[in-house]
């Protein structure tokens, strides 16, 4: 399993006993550093690797899974991280994501475009109105569950959330 963009390895707890191998990426060697004091300290062995989701340094095909908590947000180029996660996956891996999205009401998608650059200065680079579903399947994934919520307690540019499992069978749209 390769968690993308693992951060300070805050869903290290929540993942499951006995896995075969928990791989934690991040590009920025501090975040990862404490991702990893944290794998140890809950007990989860973790191999951590410094790397941007544009660039990932592993063999295709080499997960079954692939898990981003809010991480498309942020990337620099969505299409080609949406790219790398399917070339890393064996054929029919799940991707596992939880993103928060541009909202569907258009009001508050004005708002979300309004601050979309001062916010990204506040938030490490956040895009709030990105239509991240959209890209996720024009790059070739089929959704095999989703649900859409709000994220509580956030401001409301970021609180539409979407929360999916999706395969990657499709060839990619171009």
């Known amino acids: 399993m390769l968690e993308l963009g693992a951060g300070t390895g805050f869903n290290v ?8 191998e928990l791989v934690l990426s991040e590009p920025f060697a501090a975040m990862l550093r404490r991702a990893t004091r944290r794998a140890n300290a809950v007990g989860v062995p973790a191999r951590a690797v410094q ?11 080499s997960f079954d899974t692939v898990v981003a908590t809010l991480v498309l947000c942020s990337v620099g180029d969505q ?52 239509p991240t579903l959209a890209r996720i399947e024009a790059a070739g994934f089929e959704l095999e569950a989703l649900e859409s919520d709000e994220l509580a307690h956030a401001p409301a540019i970021v609180r539409p959330l979407i929360t999916g499992r999706a395969v990657a069978h499709r060839q990619p749209l171009r």
């Open 51 to 61: 790397a941007a989701g544009e660039r990932l340094p592993f063999e295709d095909g």
């Open 13 to 20: 707890e929540h993942y499951p006993a006995g896995l075969e």
């Open 79 to 130: 299409g080609r991280v949406l790219a790398e996660i399917r070339r890393v996956l064996r054929p029919a891996g799940r991707f596992l994501f939880i993103e928060h999205v541009r909202s569907d009401d258009a009001r508050q998608a004005r708002w979300q475009d309004r601050l979309e650059r001062p916010w990204g200065v506040v938030a490490c680079g956040c895009h709030p109105n990105r």
